[in-house]
C-alpha cells in the first residue's frame, strides 16, 4: 500500500471536541474526555468531551426549553424552513473542512466524504425544509349528531433523541434532524463514540444557519450511559436510532418508561439476486460497488449474492476480479477507492468472521487484512456456504460477500427472505415481469432493479421483519416525527 501526498492538511487543528447544550460549546460536567482515533493508522486525532448521563439531562433540559418557550416550533414555517435551506448551504461550503474530519475519523475516502457524503446531508436539509411549510392536516366530515367543524393538525412531537452509528456520521445525522427540525421539534444528538467529530461542527453549522440555541444539542459519549440514558429519558418525547439489532431492543427497553416513540434503523443481510438474461457486465459492476463500498459498513450492503447456473462462474469470476484490483488505503490517498473499517474493535469483529467463512466455506478472494497498521480489509468472496452458516446469517458488515448459486425464481425468492433481517435488495435482470415479481415477493424494505445502493432524500428508507420500525426521508418521514391532533369544534349554538 503506497500513500501519496494527501493534498488537505490532515494535521490541522479540530476546532469543536466539546459538547453543545444550549448553543455552547462546553465541557462534560466531570470533566472528562476520550480519545477519537484515526481508523487508517489507529493514532489519536484529538481528545473529545466525554458526556455522562448527567449532561444528558442538561442537554434534555435544553431542548425541552427551546421546544416549550423558544421560538423554534412557533415560528413562521417559512422562517423554519429558511433556517434549514441555509443549513444546507452552509454544508457544502464547509466540504473541504468537513470532509476532512469525516475521513480523520472514520476512515472513508476523502474524495467521497467531499463530493458524496456532505453533498447528500445538504440535499437532506435541502428538500425537508420544504415540510415545514407542508404540514397539512384536514377537514373532516362527521356524521355525530350536531354541527361540527372538525379538523386534523400535524404537530412536532417535542424534544427528540438521536442516536447514530459510525459507518456515515453525518449522513445518518441529516437522515434524522433535518425531518425532526422541519416539524418544530428540537433534539439532542448522541453521535457514535467512534465517530464524534462531524456531529459537533454540524452543532456549529446549526447555530451559523440561525437555529436558535437549544434546539440542536450534541451529547459526546459511550452507548451505555448517553446513549441508554437518552432513550429513558422521561423529557425526550421520541428516539430514533440507528445500528444493530441487539441495540435497537435495548432501546426499546429503555424507551418504554414514558413510551416514546420509536423509530429503529437496525440491520441487513440484503439478498442481491442476478438472473441469467441481466446485463452481466452491469451486475458485476453494480453488485461489487453494492457490497465493498464504504469497505461494506452500509446497513443495506448486498452482503447475500445469489447466482443463476447460468451464469454463476462468469459473475463471481468478475467480481473476484474487481475485488483484487480495488484500491484499499489511507482516505486521504486521492488514489483510494474503500478506506479502513471504522474502529479496532470493528476490525476483530469483521476479521472473526474472516475465521469463521474460512471454515464454512471457500474464499474465492481476500479473507485478510492488508498491512500491520490500520484497520484495512481485503475485498473478499466466499462462496459454497450453507444456507445456515454463520456468515450467510449474521451482518458481518465489513467488505465480504457469501456467494450462493440458484436456479429458478421460486428458489431464490425462498432463499432471499430466509433471513431475520428485511432491509433492502437487489434485482437484476432485463425482463420486466421477472423484475416487477420478484421486487413484490421480496421481504425488504427497498429493492433496487438493475441498480444497488441508490438514495435520495425523496426515496422512504427502512426496515420490515428484525430490520427496524419506521422509514427514514421522502414523505412518509414526516409522519415518524410528527403526531396527529383531532380538534372537534360544535358550531350550531
Ligand atoms: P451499536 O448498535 O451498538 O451502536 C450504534 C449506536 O448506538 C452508537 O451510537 C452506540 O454508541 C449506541 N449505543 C450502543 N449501546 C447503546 C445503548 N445501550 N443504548 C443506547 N445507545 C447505545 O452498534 P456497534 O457500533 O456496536 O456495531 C455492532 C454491529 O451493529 C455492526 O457490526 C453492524 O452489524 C451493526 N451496525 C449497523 C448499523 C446500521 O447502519 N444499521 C450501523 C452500525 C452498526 P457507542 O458507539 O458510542 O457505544
Known amino acids: 500500500m503506497t500513500i501519496t501526498e494527501p493534498t488537505v492538511d490532515v494535521t490541522a487543528p479540530i476546532e469543536h471536541t466539546k459538547l453543545l447544550i444550549d448553543g455552547e460549546f462546553v465541557d462534560s460536567l466531570d470533566g472528562s474526555t476520550f480519545d477519537t482515533i484515526n481508523p487508517s493508522n489507529g493514532e489519536v486525532i484529538t481528545q473529545v468531551a466525554l458526556g455522562s448521563a448527567a449532561d444528558v439531562d442538561r442537554a434534555v433540559a435544553a431542548a425541552r426549553q427551546a421546544f416549550d418557550h423558544g421560538p423554534w416550533p412557533r415560528m413562521k414555517p417559512s422562517e423554519r424552513a429558511a433556517a434549514l435551506w441555509r443549513l444546507g448551504d452552509l454544508l457544502l461550503a464547509d466540504a473541504a473542512e468537513m470532509g476532512r474530519i469525516e475521513t480523520l475519523d472514520q476512515g472513508k475516502p476523502y474524495s467521497l466524504a467531499t463530493a458524496g457524503d456532505v453533498p447528500s446531508a445538504a440535499g437532506l436539509f435541502h428538500y425537508m425544509s420544504g415540510f415545514a411549510t407542508k404540514l397539512e392536516g384536514s377537514v373532516i366530515p362527521i356524521s355525530a349528531p350536531g354541527e361540527y367543524h372538525t379538523y386534523t393538525r400535524r404537530e412536532a412531537l417535542g424534544v427528540v433523541g438521536l442516536i447514530v452509528p459510525w459507518n456515515f456520521p453525518l449522513v445518518i445525522t441529516s437522515w434524522k434532524m433535518a425531518p425532526a427540525l422541519a416539524a418544530g421539534n428540537t433534539v439532542v444528538l ?18 451559523e444557519a440561525g437555529i436558535p440555541p437549544g434546539v ?14 437518552l432513550a429513558e429519558h422521561p423529557l425526550v418525547d421520541k428516539v430514533s436510532f440507528t445500528g444493530s439489532t441487539a441495540t435497537g431492543r435495548r432501546i426499546l427497553d429503555a424507551a418504554k418508561g414514558n413510551l416514546k416513540r420509536v423509530t429503529l434503523e437496525l440491520g441487513g443481510k440484503s439478498a442481491n439476486i442476478i438472473f441469467p438474461d441481466a446485463d452481466i457486465e452491469a451486475a458485476i459492476a453494480g453488485s461489487s460497488a453494492g457490497i465493498f463500498f464504504n469497505a461494506g459498513q452500509a446497513c443495506a450492503a448486498a452482503s447475500r449474492l445469489y447466482v443463476h447456473d447460468d451464469v454463476y462462474d462468469e459473475v463471481v469470476a468478475g467480481m473476484a476480479e474487481k475485488a483484487r484490483q480495488i484500491k484499499v488505503g489511507d482516505g486521504f490517498d486521492p488514489q483510494t477507492e474503500i478506506g479502513p473499517v471504522a474502529s479496532l474493535e470493528h476490525f476483530e469483529r469483521v476479521s472473526g468472521y ?10 474465492v478472494t481476500g479473507g485478510a487484512r492488508i498491512g500491520e497498521k490500520g484497520y484495512f480489509i481485503e475485498p473478499t468472496i466466499f462462496a459454497g456456504a450453507a444456507p445456515d452458516a454463520r456468515i450467510v446469517k449474521e451482518e458481518i458488515f465489513g467488505p465480504v460477500v457469501v456467494a450462493n448459486r440458484f436456479k429458478d425464481i421460486e428458489e431464490v425468492v425462498a432463499q432471499a427472505n430466509d433471513t431475520r433481517y428485511g432491509l433492502a435488495s437487489g434485482v437484476w435482470t432485463k425482463d420486466i415481469a421477472t423484475a416487477h415479481r420478484t421486487a413484490a415477493r421480496l421481504q425488504a424494505g427497498t429493492v433496487w ?17 428484525e430490520s427496524g420500525w419506521g422509514r427514514e426521508m421522502g414523505h412518509d418521514v414526516m409522519h415518524d416525527y410528527t403526531d396527529v391532533k383531532t380538534v372537534c369544534v360544535r358550531i350550531d349554538g
Open 216 to 229: 440542536v444539542n450534541v451529547v459526546n459519549g459511550y452507548g451505555p450511559t448517553v446513549g441508554q440514558r
Open 449 to 465: 432493479v438493475n441498480s444497488y445502493g441508490v438514495f435520495d432524500p425523496s426515496m422512504p428508507f427502512g426496515g420490515m421483519k
Open 190 to 207: 448522541k453521535p457514535a463514540e467512534a465517530t464524534p467529530l462531524s456531529a459537533l461542527r454540524l452543532g456549529q453549522l446549526c447555530l
Open 354 to 363: 474472516l475465521d469463521v467463512g474460512k471454515n464454512e466455506g471457500e474464499v
